[in-house]
């Protein structure tokens, strides 16, 4: 047991997160044409980024929404970030070692007898090897992942990629490799504003799926129905649009889709036509010897299916709880659309619920866009590798999903417990004596001495100004000395210092968990 | 202004700060329930033995021939078995556990598990945790019972985890539950430096954004807590006096952090302690021995604290591990990932002995034991009859309690 699963502690809950007030379904959707500014373009990055430094909020700020919205919808060329993270191939089996362990398993070990104690020793001196090797594969991903995100010029990118890595969930749980879970993660990126229908169909191909959802052993002789469950409960159409008949019979379509483990790790999809049921199926009411290619275009003409997706674009870039008027609005605009995100998320992303009153500050902060965001903001390129542990205690592992829902995000992020440790990253953020230096935004206020103009800095850059005078004025008051040394008595350490920790106290206001 | 107006200023810090002792009496003297007299002020301990412990090490059919067939390198010589009766025994390490067994006060459940079991450490855990073997649950089975005891809200402490993560059994709707690894070390690191709370105070109460979150009051709510939680805690079992030597093990400090809440009188129900990690595929013996000897001076120092403070009577501990292990032993001395196992009820309401079935070793599935007692029939013995609770809507089903306790 690695992880521990970290979803909602909740108090004063609501019963829904839909936010208040009115919601005006004929403008809904309509691009956005009101006044344009920081605050809003801060908005945009955090939605569709993960928040970007200052300078990209300026960048934006200074250009029309409209703009705004092309530019993140449009990816900028990422060839300068590294493409792939360092992994070492994975070790090596012994000669022999399978044949061995295949004559073993086919005799069984009789009780009491010891198994052949060679073979055993040298399958598991192996499958340790491999673990460990897997295991410093995962942390050089997670590494590599959150380095691209913080450092990349186009963050709707790897956004969307986060936004598929949740919705369409594999893990290591099961045995899958590094490498594979790499290749599932490129998919995601290079289908990011592509065809949903099409990138569930490479889902239904790709090995870390086939190997979570085990339709790697659905063959004729034994269908096995995880993956045709999971398929349509989680990925395409919800409970209530599918029978378990329908299951039954997408399942029989899926037998024999499996793949095969290459030396370098990765796999490669293997349609074995021996292992796969030709017989009739009849699923959501049409009748025909289907694959699992057939299956998926039959799950994308039901009426569900962009309903589906426009509840989950809607949950992650808008708001909660989304009205049911709303999402069928979204779901008839990716249906006029055939499923192609880019020109769904490019409606979206410019409407006028996108930036409305209603979604600003509507979400929670997952850990990752903390994070993430903490970075850009800061200017700090780098993660270290405690970072790693850092998320996990806020209840986020990237390439390990708590399970097949992915995670609940919302309320579910917060309790004591995560919000402790949101709060001491933030602290140790701001204890590195390098953090003004590489957050030059903060230089000029901090030479003026002034209190108040450091106050202002770090409120308006942070939080878009999204503060009450009385916790500006307890800033002002910290920064002040609190009748004890003023500003401009300080050495310039010590101002450096005290500046550092307002910034901690600034990120440690509720809005700063927000997004 | 001076630090006293802030103070004076943040009502929603302070105000609660100064009340903690009503609150903390009010939740002790909140009405016992029908037929429980003074369930009002009892604890669960949950003691999780994380890998999965082997079941057949721990508690050891050495009176069933089986067991040596199948663990010929591992097993307990008949010899070395702290005899229950002329069928199981306890593991020799459990001697301090075994004088508990003696006098009583342990129950133990044979043969605990769950239909369809699942092998993974993770979906096991999460079944356990969650008490649902079919799909996926957003609360865990303890904060379920947090959310439908209806325990004084203002109390931060109803319910702690001695761990460093929030585990799952106490994620609840209405209940924030904190999670406590050490004292030392527990809070804002940033508090040990400068003085930052008025200015904490001050953020979560102001509701006066110019923004509006449906998130917004919830968040601060939270932050709140945390930052009282963690200011309070230490100062409200400061005066606690520990009246047991405890292993200087994860878990002895654990345990004695447990006795020492459960001492402090904060109102809290139930803590949540780990140990491990089980996972004993390779030479099981040395990793498996010292963790249950742990357990069994850390479980015998604990009620020996708490009894010095009368307060051994009103904590249940229960442990449980999210599987068994597998019946025949592998080739490197070890055991895999296997099926039921028992469970272990100790102290306040026990009525100890042997309940539900060893199972069969003669009726494997596929080289595991077969479950005979379903690990919510367990939860439900321990909600109905220790917390005093109605157990249907918090396992997913009705299970009738077990008579291991009174």
């Known amino acids: 047991m690695r992880y521990h699963r970290i979803v909602a502690a909740q108090t004063t809950a609501p019963i829904s997160y839909r936010p208040a007030g009115a919601f005006d379904a004929p403008a809904a959707l309509l691009p956005y044409a009101g006044p344009w500014n920081r605050r809003l373009a801060a908005h945009l990055l955090r939605r569709a980024g993960f928040g970007g430094s200052p300078a990209d909020v300026d960048r934006f700020a200074s250009m029309s929404a409209s703009a705004a919205v092309d530019a993140l919808i449009r990816f900028p060329d990422t060839s300068a970030l590294p493409a792939r993270p360092q992994l070492e191939d994975p070790p090596v089996p012994p000669a022999g070692l399978y ?341 030059s935004w903060i230089a000029p206020a901090m030479r003026s001495m002034d209190p108040h103009g450091v106050a202002k800095t770090l409120t308006d850059t942070m939080l878009q100004g999204d503060v009450s005078p009385a916790s500006v004025a307890q800033l002002v008051a910290y920064l002040g000395g609190r009748g004890q040394a003023e500003l401009s008595q300080l050495s310039p350490e010590n101002v450096d210092e005290r500046v550092r920790n307002a910034a901690y106290l600034t990120m440690a206001m509720p809005a700063y968990q927000l997004a | 202004m001076k630090r006293s107006g802030f103070l004076l200023g943040a009502l929603s810090g302070l105000a609660v700060v100064a009340n903690t002792e009503t609150i903390f009496s009010q939740a002790l003297a909140q009405a016992p329930l029908p037929g429980l007299p003074g369930s009002s002020d009892r604890v669960l301990v949950v003691i999780n033995f994380q890998g999965g412990n082997d079941g057949l090490n721990t508690v050891v059919p050495f009176g069933m021939q089986d067991y040596y067939r199948y663990r010929p390198s591992i097993g307990i010589a008949p010899n070395d078995v702290l005899r229950i009766d002329d069928t199981v025994g306890l593991n020799p390490v459990l001697a301090p556990f075994k004088k508990l067994y003696d006098g009583g006060s342990v129950a133990i459940v044979q043969g605990v598990g769950y239909p369809d079991p699942d092998h993974s450490h993770f979906r096991s855990t999460e079944i356990w945790q969650t008490a649902q073997p079919k799909g996926y649950e957003s609360t865990g089975w303890l904060g379920r019972y947090l959310d439908e005891a209806q325990l004084p809200k203002q109390n931060l402490f109803n319910a702690v985890a001695i761990s460093n993560v929030l585990p799952e059994a106490l994620i609840s709707k209405t209940t924030d539950v904190p999670a406590v690894d050490a004292l030392r070390g527990y809070g804002l690191q940033s508090d040990k430096r400068s003085g930052n709370r008025e200015a904490f105070h001050e953020f979560v109460s102001d509701k006066t954004v110019p923004f509006r979150s449906p998130f917004l009051a919830q968040v601060a709510e939270i932050e709140d807590h945390a930052q009282r939680g963690a200011e309070e805690l230490p100062k409200l079992v400061a005066g606690y006096k520990q009246q047991a030597t405890y292993p200087a093990t994860p878990l002895g400090r654990s345990l004695a952090l447990a006795a020492q809440i459960v001492g402090s009188k904060l109102g809290t129900r139930v803590l949540y302690v780990q140990h491990g ?46 599987f068994g292990r597998r019946v025949p032993e592998n080739a490197s001395r070890g055991t895999d990932h296997g099926e039921a196992a028992p469970v272990f009820l100790i102290g306040g309401g026990v009525k100890g002995g042997l309940y539900g079935q060893h199972p069969d070793l003669n009726r494997l599935n596929a080289g595991n034991l077969a479950f005979t007692t379903d690990f919510r029939q367990v939860y439900a013995t321990v909600l109905e009859r220790w917390l005093g609770r109605p157990s249907a809507a918090i396992v997913g089903g009705t299970f009738s309690p077990l008579t291991a306790l009174t």
């Open chain 2, 277 to 322: 990690s089980f996972d004993t595929h390779v030479t099981q013996k040395a990793t498996q021995d010292r963790l249950l000897a742990d357990f069994a001076n850390a479980i015998s120092a604990f009620y020996q604290d708490l009894a010095a403070h009368g307060n051994d009577k009103r904590v249940l501990t229960m442990t449980f591990s999210e």
């Open chain 1, 99 to 439: 044949r061995g362990l295949m004559r073993q398993n086919a005799q069984g070990v009789a009780p009491g007898m010891a198994a052949d104690q060679t073979t055993t020793d040298a399958r598991r001196a192996f499958a340790m090897a491999r673990n460990q090797n897997r295991r410093r594969n995962l942390i050089a991903m997670q590494q590599w992942w959150l380095g691209r995100m913080i450092a990349t010029p186009a963050p709707l990118q790897e956004k969307m990629t986060l936004l598929w890595h949740g919705h369409f969930t594999s893990s290591p749980e099961k045995g899958t490799t590094a490498q594979e879970l790499l290749m599932q993660n490129q998919l995601f990126r290079e289908y990011a504003l592509g065809n949903v229908r099409d990138l569930t169909l490479h889902v239904s191909q790709d090995p870390a799926m086939l190997r979570y959802l085990d339709n790697n052993v659905n063959v004729q002789a034994h269908p096995n129905e995880n993956y045709a469950r999971e398929l349509m409960e989680l990925f395409t159409l919800g409970i209530g649009n599918y029978t378990e008949q329908d299951i039954r019979e997408s399942a029989r379509a899926f037998t024999g889709w499996t793949f095969r483990r290459n030396p370098d790790g990765t796999g490669s999809f293997v349609d074995n036509r021996r292992q796969h049921d030709d017989g009739s199926k009849t699923f959501l009411g049409q009748t025909g010897n289907f694959n699992g290619a057939d299956i998926v275009d039959i799950i994308f003409r039901q009426p569900a299916a962009p309903r589906w997706f426009a509840k989950k674009l809607l949950s992650f870039f808008v708001y909660m709880d989304p009205e049911p008027q709303l999402v069928d609005q979204v779901a008839a605009l990716i249906r006029k659309n055939d499923f192609e995100m880019k020109p769904v998320l490019s409606a979206l992303l410019r409407s006028n619920v996108f930036f409305s009153d209603r979604a600003y500050r509507a979400l929670v902060k997952s850990p990752v866009e903390f994070v993430v965001g903490t970075h850009q903001l800061f200017g700090i390129s780098e993660v270290a590798p405690v970072e790693l542990a850092t998320l996990r205690a806020m209840g986020q592992v990237l390439f390990y999903p708590p399970n097949v829902k992915g995670w609940d995000g919302g309320a579910a992020w917060v309790n004591s417990a995560t919000i402790l440790t949101r709060e001491n990253f933030a602290n140790a953020v701001a204890q590195n004596p390098k953090m003004t230096q590489a957050a």
